[in-house]
């Protein structure tokens, strides 16, 4: 039974079937295709010719110091990332041979220590500074006048203090026995009593003179106050740090 069709029966009739049906699959260009192709060609190298010359512009614009500077900074920062990778090489060089420059960490924690000697008061210390002066003829400066006199000294940043032959720490306690006379740790100390404190004198002697601060507090209790400024405060006075008792490190 037929459906219509006809399959070709020579070789010839066969290759002229293929022929047409290749023509039939081929793409055609109309004009339109053609000119719009053309179009997005144009298109495409303006927009690269454009973006060339705003780039070339953009350094024909500037001037030779511009240039010139901007050739530094590149050279400059091209330096920079040499040196950053030169200290990061010498870095991992150190890690990976377990070196390290045990002299300067050794002098370092030395130097941390004596600070914290000084400011613990268990060494001696030097230094600009003032000493202080107190007259008290009639016996009548107070433990709390001398208190606020160290107070003063402390808050204009003072950072080592004596007063008579003792050194003053965070726990010193100024107070008056049965007698009148005032104690400092249990020291006691005779008129004119002086105060030896190391730090900025320039900041220190003006607080102390304050309206109302050291100076006028010594004064109304029928003492004086006189300031000097010295360029080698010397302090010997040292305390001993008592062992404790109750507290231990913990690691």
Not at 62 to 77: F, I, P, Y
């Amino acid at each position: 039974m037929s459906d219509g069709t006809r399959a070709p029966a020579t070789r010839d009739e066969q290759r002229l079937v293929w022929q047409r049906l290749r023509q039939i699959l081929r793409p055609r260009a109309n004009a339109t295709q053609v000119i719009v192709g053309l179009l997005c060609l144009l298109v495409g190298l303006s927009i690269v010719v454009q973006v060339r010359e705003t780039e070339e512009q953009s350094l024909e614009e500037l001037s030779q110091a511009e240039l010139v500077q901007l050739l530094d900074e590149t050279g400059r920062h091209a330096a920079d990332l040499e040196h950053e990778n030169a200290e990061l090489d010498r870095t991992l060089e150190q890690l990976r041979t377990g070196q390290s420059d045990d002299a300067s960490a050794r002098a370092a924690a030395e130097e941390r220590l004596e600070e914290l000697e000084i400011l613990a008061g268990t060494i001696s210390a030097q230094g600009r500074g003032v000493v202080l002066s107190i007259s008290d003829p009639g016996a009548t400066v107070r433990a709390s006048t001398l208190l606020g006199v160290l107070q003063e000294l402390r808050n204009a940043g003072s950072e080592v203090i004596q007063i008579g032959d003792v050194r003053v720490v965070a726990s010193t306690a100024i107070t008056t026995d049965d007698q009148g006379r005032i104690l400092v740790d249990g020291v006691v100390i005779r008129a004119p009593y002086e105060i030896r404190a190391i730090g900025d004198p320039a900041v220190m002697e003006p607080a102390l003179r304050i309206p109302g601060g050291a100076v006028d507090d010594v004064a109304s209790d029928g003492g004086t106050l006189a300031v000097a400024v010295e360029d080698a405060v010397r302090i010997e006075a040292i305390t001993e740090l008592p062992e404790p008792e109750h507290s231990q490190v913990v690691k």
